[in-house]
């Protein structure tokens, strides 16, 4: 009898392909203030959870409360973060889209007023505020696409902290391995065709191949849906001379 593929194991959701709890913190969201008010809070410290490449600030606000926000470059402790309509375009406050100039630079973008933050949130990560509409504000996100949010969600001014850390070498796979488990990724991948024949569809036989096309129906039974999935088209792409 043979064994489930991996893709397919890991799509049944077990513990063992979950990313770990250990070292997460509460939620980094936005406060819910009310809009009209001014909300003062102090940075009173910076912490990593794991899995997260970006640091989160540790924000304590005038009447006690502490919130867990992703910092922006710069962010130290004893650093102020101001919470209002009124509030100054600078480094770190959180302000409606619509009352940021064009062109400013922001993070941590409410897709959803209220949601607390789920737009350019990642290390390094930052939008553009495009132009304000009657439809709304037009925000330029990182992959360079533009979407219309309503103006009333809030964005932190600056660029997320953290920037340049997936640039740093792994030098041995124990490293690797630890950052995916974090991040709940599958590592290590390993191809098909270098498997036993009763753990994947591609494997077997006296040399690797996969023995047919590697192109499959959408509609596949599970045990065998691998290699290029209702694929439009495979190989390389070849640019045709031009006459």
């Known amino acids: 009898m043979g064994k489930r593929p991996l893709v397919r194991r890991r799509g049944r959701g077990g513990m063992q392909f979950r990313a770990a709890a250990t070292g997460k913190t509460v939620p980094a969201k936005y406060p819910y203030f009310d809009l009209a008010e001014a909300h003062l809070g ?4 910076l912490v990593h959870e794991r899995g997260r490449d970006a640091p989160l600030a540790r924000v304590r606000f005038e009447d006690g409360s502490i919130s867990m926000i992703p910092a ?11 919470f209002g309509l ?81 640039d740093r070498p792994f ?3 124990g490293n690797k391995w630890r950052r995916y488990r974090s991040k709940g990724h599958k590592y290590p991948i390993v191809r098909g065709v270098a498997q036993a024949a009763y753990v994947h569809p591609h494997g077997g036989g006296r040399h690797q191949h ?7 129906s959408r509609n596949a039974p599970p045990g065998a849906k691998v290699g290029s999935i209702a694929a439009r088209k495979t190989g390389r792409a070849r640019v045709k001379d031009r006459v």
């Open 210 to 216: 996969m023995g047919g096309g590697g192109t499959v």
């Open 171 to 173: 030098l041995n796979a």
């Open 42 to 45: 102090e940075v009173i410290d």
């Open 72 to 82: 922006v470059l710069g962010t130290t402790i004893g650093s102020t973060i101001n």
């Open 86 to 166: 009124n509030a100054e375009i600078t480094q770190g406050n959180v302000i409606s889209i619509q009352n940021i100039p064009d062109g400013t630079i922001v993070c941590n973008v409410e897709k959803h007023f209220g949601d607390g933050g789920a737009i350019a949130k990642s290390a390094g990560g930052s939008a553009t505020v495009f132009s304000h509409g009657a439809d709304g504000v037009i925000l330029k996100l990182p992959s360079g696409r533009f979407t219309t949010l309503n103006p009333k969600n809030r964005a932190m001014i600056g660029i997320l902290a953290g920037g340049g850390t997936s």
